[in-house]
């Protein structure tokens, strides 16, 4: 999982690259189940 983080996103960007996707993966979680 870091690897690939690392692969397609800069190294100082990763942090908030995981913040982001989990953040739209909850939203998305969220309205399908609504």
């Known amino acids: 999982m870091g690897d690939t983080n ?3 996103f800069p190294q100082k960007d ?3 690259c995981n913040w982001g996707f989990l953040g739209v993966v909850g939203l998305v979680v969220v309205w399908w189940i609504v």
């Open 6 to 8: 690392n692969f397609l």
């Open 14 to 16: 990763v942090r908030m």
